[in-house]
């Protein structure tokens, strides 16, 4: 059973800089397509960033494109979000997720991920 623990979230100002961490145990790790989502208060989980096993190949919703960067660290088994000029609309649960490698696409939908962590809490003042 793959597991995912996420790590990094708080409290930050509106402006300010946070990196999440996501640890990855249980599996190959360099077979899995990672991804991470986040959601707001009342709101669907949204799609954030993805990164498949070579990190040249990436993909970013718009709202976070030029400030967000998605990486990965195949012999830690490890995947991070750095998050640069924070807004209060970036705030939310951010998960880490994973999915088994069945192609060259960028996946974007939360339901084609098949594992996930419990979340870690960013919280961005006005």
């Known amino acids: 059973q793959v597991q995912l623990v996420e790590s990094g979230g708080g409290l930050v100002q509106a402006g300010g800089s946070l990196r999440l961490t996501c640890a990855a145990s249980g599996g190959t790790f360099s077979n899995f397509d990672m991804g991470w989502f986040r959601q707001a208060p009342g709101k669907e989980r949204e799609f954030v960033a993805t990164?498949?096993?070579?990190?040249?190949?990436?993909y970013y919703t718009d709202s976070v494109k030029g400030r967000f960067t998605i990486s990965r660290d195949n012999a830690k088994n490890t995947v991070y979000l750095q998050m640069n000029s924070l807004k209060p609309e970036d705030t939310a649960v951010y998960y880490c997720?994973?999915?088994?490698?069945?192609?060259?696409?960028?996946?974007?939908?939360?339901?084609?991920?098949?594992?996930w962590g419990q979340g870690t809490q960013v919280t961005v003042s006005s």
């Open positions: 990164i498949k096993r070579s990190d040249r190949y990436t």
């Open positions: 997720a994973a999915r088994w490698i069945t192609g060259w696409d960028l996946e974007v939908r939360a339901a084609q991920y098949g594992y």
